[in-house]
Structures are given as structure tokens and as C-alpha cells.
């Protein structure tokens, strides 16, 4: 007896032990489960942050992208040049008024303005408005001095006159070479703040210092992801970016933007203390943050089930049965998860390829965009080239004018053999008017310009020919001694002709009122190349115009004597021969322009005449 006493306590002390065991193994499975599964849940919520944080991104760059080169295109429009030029005109006010108001309803934005130098606003699209910006000073607005500095100036403020926020792009204008004020577009976020409060999500886009401006949820609005020091609060009432807003942290004591992915606990609008997963990433070119916030809880549940799950399986691990159940169990559980997460990814990859395709939509318009800029600036520089070649034009039809009533005149004489003479070169000026138009032609169907040597000697006679009734009709002096130089050069012979009288026109307009008007022409070898130069004695260039001389559309003559295109287009002619156009004003006084061009010599080949 005492043995089989003793044998059934000993079996039951190894039971209690195992059971012991069991449950100590049940314990340990069920809290390494756990801590397993919620480090697994929260790295999955993480990922999921990270691809719903990647397409807010791509929503914010594209909304800001949209309007980033609008304020460079308003700089080009001549009101608004013209009122900084003229600040107290008030029909030029007008007129920049009446503009910026029509290129804020067609582009959609809040507000565009002009800023002078100073600060003042000269023209905004709500003069008419009670809360007009016209008349207020914005010098203390980082926008104002980015763009007063020559760079594209970006800040995102509560409006200092509106009270509404919004996010300026602002761009210099520069007149003669110098900034001599801003134009500066507000453009409101209330669309992508919608679109945030709309997704279910708990999104925030924050500052470069930290301060929430839009969120999903409108009482977390102007918080602050992390403590503000003293100089940065003071740079804000500087700046007056936020009006009276507290700026209260959501997260005292910590930099939510610097959290590490873990979860936080945070102070919420209403009072209560909340933990939240953190993820943040960095947009714009301001050094913006765009904040998800997520509740961690879910990840908890799901770690404490599966440690219990754990616990549960060890405990039954000895029975094959039950542990045969719980691995099918498993496996089910392990497919249904397998499955939800296809269908999550399927779900996640139509989104994503439904922007791809919107993001193509884009780019295609974009495209069609680009084109038809090209083509528009191609029928531009047609436009400058027919002004340019009716501008050449009014010479030769004069020199027809007075060679058609010398004609005339002799024929009444009697003297026939003048009159051939005339008729004979009223026949070459409508010969070279015709040329001239098929070059013009010749330019609008792109047909290239066969280049060869062409006698300098003819091109500058022709020239002379064709600006002497100008040149009686100022009695002025030209020395063409070197109309006999024997040079040929690579060339066209009519556009060298055009760009040879553009020169002598302009000198005989230098000289104008001139007591003893003069136009000297040069022709010498300069390293294989020839140089025909044509001197005045008239009053020089303008030292602040030489460096735009040959700018389409830039002009020394007086309103209504001239286009500002001959020197840009006789620029382009001398370069599509491979040369260069230079000017220069000459010790003591008189202006020198001179066309480089390759020196050749005639040869076997036709020459150009």
C-alpha cells in the first residue's frame, strides 16, 4: 500500500507539474503573440498611411503645380508694366484693375495684385470689393521679398485684409533691366481641404514650423505639431501669418513630425487625451508636412486576440486532435487573411491605376498645351517678319515713286534715252520688291535659303540705291569708297541687301538732325571672315540701350516711327548665315554697326548677284 500511496502522489505532483508548464507555455506563446501581431498590425496600418499619404501628396503638387507659373505670365502684361511706370495714372489703374479681375475669374484663383517697390498695392482684382487690397502694404510678407529679390516668391497666411487664407505665389517685374515691383496671385485650398473631410481620413497639412493651416477635421485647424519656442512665435506675429490663432500644441512635449511611426498621445480639441499613429511626409517647396493620423486601437484588438488565439493553441498542443483543429483553423484563418489582403491590394491597385490614367489625361492635354504654344510662336516670328519686310519695303516703293515722276518729266523733254534709264531701273526695284516678297514667302512654307558667295560690292549698291531718296531728302553724305572692295561672302543676296539697308536707314535716322549729316562704309578681312561696318556722326547709342538693341519689339526712335523688329530680324538673318551683327558707339561721337560674315571667293560655282 504505501508503495502504490506513494506512486499516486508522485503522478499527481508530475501532473500538476505539466499543467503548471503548460499553462506557464500558454502564457509566454499568448504574449509574444501579441506583441508580434501588433508590431505586424502596426507596420501594415503604417504602409497603408504611407500609400494614402503618397496620393494626398500627389493631389497637393498637383493643385499647387497648376497655378506655380501664373504669376511669371502676368509679369509680361504691358497695364500692369504701364502702371508701375505710372503709379498715379488713373487710367492706366484702371485698365490693370479691369485685367487682374478678369484673370481671376478665368484662372480661377482668389485674388491677383500688383505691389510696388514699397509694398502698396496699385491694382488688384477686388478694387471694387470693401476688403480691396488696393492701397495696402504687404512689404512685411516673405512673398513680397522673395519676389522683390528676383525669385518666385511662395507663402501660405491668413490674409491680412481678408481674414481668409490662402497661398501666394508671387513673381518680380522688371522694367529696363530692374525690379521695379511684384505681382502676386492668391490661391485658396478649400477644394483639397474638402476632398481631405471627405475621405474619412484624419489628415493635416502643416507649416515649415510646424502650425496645422488645413486638416480634414476643422478644429484641428492652427495647431501646432509641436511646442513653438519664443522666435518663431514671433516671427509669426511678424508676419502676421495667423492672425490671433493660439497655435496650442496637439502633442505637448513632443514634434509629431519626429515621432517615429509609433503611436503618440495627444491632446485633443474637445480636452481628452487620445493616442493616434503618427505618419508624416514632407511637400511643397516650402518645407511643408502632410500628417495621417491613425487610431492604433484596432491594431491592439488585433494583437490581443491573436495572444489569446496563442495562448489558447498551446494549452491544447497535447491533443492531436484539438491541435489538428486548431492548425485548420489556422489555415482558414491564414487564407481568409491571405484573401482580404488580395482584395485590399486589388482594391488599392484600381485606385492607383485610375490616377495613373488621370495623370496620362494630364499629361496628353499638357501635350496638346505645349503644341499649340509652339505653333503660336511661330506665327509670331511670321508676324515680325512680314512687319519687318513691309518695313523694308516703304524704301524701295519711294525710290519707284521718284524714278515713275523723273520719267515723266523727261519724257515731256524729249530725252527718251533717260527716260529707258529710269524705266530700266524702276524695272529692277520691282524685280527686287518681288524677291523680297517670295522671300517672305519662302518663309512661311520653312523652304530653305540656298546660301553661296555673293559680291559685296553689288549688295551694298543695291542697298545704296535703295535708301538714296532718303538719303537727298536729308542731304546727307555717304562715303561708299567701299562699294569697290572685290569681296565675295557666304550669304543669300537678297536678306543681305535687307539687313544692309535696315543699317543704312537707321544710320540715316541717327544723323537726321545732324548739320552735316554723314554715313561711312567699311569693308575689311578679319581672320577669314569679311567685316562691313556703316559709321555714323549722329548722337551715338543710349549706354542702358545697347545691351536690348536687338530685342524684337525694343526701340530708340519715338513713338510711331518704328516697330523695334529691323535689328532683331537682321540679327536672325546674319546668324542663319553663320555671322554676327555687332554695334557700338565710336570715340567722341556717331554709333558703328558691323555684320561678320565668311569670307569666300567666287570660284567655278554661280555666284549670287
Excluded at 441 to 454: I, T, W
Excluded at 484 to 490: A, E, K, L, P, Q
Excluded at 540 to 560: C, M, Q
Aim: with cysteine; glycine share 10%; aromatic share 6%.
Amino acid at each position: 500500500m504505501p508503495p502504490a500511496s506513494a506512486l499516486r502522489f508522485s503522478f499527481s505532483r508530475t501532473d500538476l507539474r505539466r499543467i503548471g508548464l503548460a499553462l506557464a507555455g500558454c502564457v509566454v506563446v499568448g504574449v509574444l503573440v501579441y506583441f508580434v501581431a501588433f508590431a505586424l498590425s502596426l507596420e501594415a496600418q503604417r504602409t497603408l498611411a504611407r500609400q494614402r499619404l503618397n496620393f494626398y501628396a500627389l493631389s497637393l503638387e498637383a493643385t499647387l503645380t497648376r497655378y506655380e507659373s501664373l504669376p511669371g505670365l502676368l509679369v509680361l502684361e504691358r497695364d500692369l508694366a504701364a502702371l508701375l511706370a505710372s503709379p498715379s495714372d488713373a487710367a492706366r489703374r484702371a485698365a490693370a484693375n479691369r485685367y487682374l479681375e478678369t484673370v481671376q475669374g478665368e484662372a480661377g484663383v482668389a485674388a491677383a495684385y500688383l505691389i510696388d517697390r514699397d509694398g502698396n498695392t496699385l491694382a488688384a482684382s477686388n478694387w471694387y470689393l470693401p476688403q480691396s487690397f488696393v492701397g495696402q502694404n504687404y512689404a512685411f510678407r516673405p512673398y513680397f521679398r522673395e519676389a522683390l529679390a528676383g525669385r518666385l516668391g511662395r507663402f501660405y497666411a491668413v490674409g491680412a485684409t481678408t481674414g481668409e487664407p490662402g497661398y501666394f505665389l508671387a513673381a518680380p517685374v522688371r522694367l529696363g533691366g530692374q525690379v521695379r515691383g511684384v505681382v502676386a496671385v492668391k490661391v485658396g485650398l478649400e477644394a483639397f481641404e474638402q476632398a481631405l473631410a471627405k475621405s474619412g481620413d484624419t489628415v493635416m497639412l502643416a507649416d515649415a514650423a510646424g502650425i496645422v493651416f488645413l486638416s480634414s477635421l476643422p478644429d484641428w485647424r492652427y495647431r501646432a505639431l509641436a511646442p513653438l519656442d519664443a522666435e518663431t512665435r514671433a516671427r509669426l506675429v511678424e508676419q502676421r501669418q495667423y492672425g490671433s490663432h493660439p497655435l496650442s500644441p496637439l502633442a505637448p512635449g513632443s514634434d509629431l513630425r519626429r515621432s517615429g511611426g509609433g503611436p503618440v498621445p495627444l491632446a485633443l480639441p474637445d480636452g481628452r487625451q487620445n493616442e493616434r499613429l503618427v505618419q508624416a511626409q514632407p511637400v511643397g517647396h516650402l518645407g511643408w508636412s502632410l500628417v495621417l493620423l491613425s487610431d492604433p486601437a484596432e491594431a491592439r484588438v488585433t494583437a490581443l486576440v491573436a495572444g489569446v488565439a496563442a495562448g489558447f493553441a498551446s494549452a491544447f498542443a497535447a491533443a492531436v486532435a484539438a491541435h489538428l483543429r486548431l492548425r485548420r483553423r489556422r489555415e482558414e484563418e491564414r487564407r481568409r487573411a491571405h484573401h482580404e489582403l488580395e482584395a485590399r491590394i486589388a482594391e488599392r491597385t484600381a485606385d492607383l491605376s485610375a490616377k495613373v490614367a488621370e495623370l496620362e489625361r494630364t499629361e496628353a492635354i499638357l501635350r496638346r498645351t505645349r503644341d499649340a504654344a509652339v505653333q503660336t510662336g511661330k506665327l509670331a516670328v511670321l508676324g515680325q517678319m512680314s512687319a519687318g519686310m513691309s518695313h523694308e519695303l516703304n524704301q524701295p516703293l519711294a525710290a519707284l515713286h521718284t524714278f515713275s515722276d523723273n520719267a515723266v518729266a523727261l519724257l515731256d523733254l524729249g530725252r527718251l534715252g533717260e527716260v529707258r534709264e529710269n524705266l530700266q531701273t524702276i524695272s529692277q526695284l520691282t524685280g527686287r520688291l518681288g524677291t523680297i516678297v517670295t522671300q517672305l514667302k519662302s518663309f512661311a512654307r520653312k523652304a530653305p535659303e540656298a546660301l553661296g558667295p555673293v559680291p559685296v560690292d553689288n549688295a551694298l549698291a543695291n542697298a545704296l540705291l535703295i535708301v538714296e531718296p532718303r538719303r537727298r531728302e536729308l542731304g546727307a553724305t555717304i562715303d561708299g569708297s567701299a562699294v569697290r572692295s572685290g569681296r565675295y561672302v557666304v550669304a543669300e543676296a537678297v536678306r543681305l541687301e535687307q539687313v544692309l539697308v535696315n543699317l543704312l536707314r537707321n544710320g540715316l535716322d541717327a544723323v537726321s538732325g545732324h548739320d552735316e549729316p554723314r554715313l561711312e562704309l567699311r569693308v575689311a578681312e578679319e581672320g577669314g571672315r569679311v567685316r562691313i561696318a556703316v559709321r555714323d556722326n549722329g548722337p551715338g547709342i543710349p549706354a542702358d540701350a545697347l545691351p536690348h538693341l536687338f530685342e524684337p519689339f525694343y526701340t530708340t526712335k519715338p513713338a510711331g516711327e518704328g516697330l523695334g523688329l529691323g535689328l532683331a530680324i537682321s540679327l536672325a538673318i546674319v546668324e542663319g548665315f553663320g555671322g554676327r551683327l555687332e554695334a557700338k558707339n565710336l570715340d567722341g561721337s556717331g554709333a558703328e554697326f558691323a555684320l561678320l560674315l565668311d569670307s569666300t571667293a567666287c570660284g567655278d560655282a554661280p555666284c549670287l548677284i
